[in-house]
T-cell receptor
């Protein structure tokens, strides 16, 4: 059964450093998403991506964040200069259409020291 | 804006007990509704969904009915198992111009004891 994969599973970084979180969505899906979950809090939407551009983003997704689909399979989230409050679990998801169910990856736990 | 509210947790039950996790929502238009489950150390998995009023989603013995009049999508299971221990999230997709954005509730931790 096809699945969404994410690497790394855990990333530790120093405050102010850049991090890139990687995702491989399901191959025939057209919509891609990033969500985050701060420990003990709800899952929050960050951004949706379709047709090689951002289709929607939340207020969390400020200029420090960017997304890219550098090739036909990967989908990345970059945080330019990490802050302590960026520590969270980051989930990638994909769906065939915007109205369909989303399939989630296992997440990357980001720890900013 | 759109929002989802779940019952406060955690919920602790004995095996074979009846489970209800309440979920209510606020949204404009006609959202699709979902229940996702997160087992320890894993990502979110879709448990069930409903896309219009009075639809009933079901999977693995779990059920939820889309009630537009009460804006609710409560999750039920008649007889829980230890393996159902997980975190359960109610979510909505508002549709329209939302481009698939999911809005989640705060999650409910379920622990089932033998």
């Amino acid at each position: 059964e096809p699945e969404v994969t994410q690497t790394p599973s855990h990333q530790v970084t120093q405050m102010g450093q850049e991090v890139i979180l990687r995702c491989v969505p399901i191959s025939n899906h057209l919509y891609f998403y990033w969500y985050r979950q701060i420990l003990g809090q709800k899952v929050e939407f960050l951004v949706s991506f379709y047709n090689n551009e951002i289709s929607e983003k939340s207020e969390i997704f400020d200029d420090q964040f960017s997304v890219e689909r550098p090739d036909g399979s990967n989908f990345t989230l970059k945080i330019r200069s990490t802050k302590l409050e960026d520590s969270a679990m980051y989930f990638c998801a994909s769906s065939l259409l915007a109205k369909n169910e989303q399939f989630f990856g296992p997440g990357t736990r980001l720890t900013v020291l | 804006g759109d929002s989802v509210t779940q019952m406060e947790g955690p919920v602790t039950l004995s095996e074979e007990a009846f489970l209800t996790i309440n979920c209510t929502y606020t949204a404009t238009g006609y959202p699709s509704l979902f229940w996702y489950v997160q087992y320890p150390g894993e990502g979110l998995q879709l448990l069930l969904k409903a896309t219009k009023a009075d639809d009933k989603g079901s999977n693995k013995g779990f059920e939820a009915t889309y009630r537009k009049e009460t804006t609710s999508f409560h999750l039920e299971k008649g007889s829980v198992q230890v393996s159902d221990s997980a975190v359960y999230f109610c979510a909505l997709n508002a549709g329209g111009t939302s481009y698939g954005k999911l809005t989640f509730g705060q999650g409910t931790i379920l622990t089932v004891h033998p």
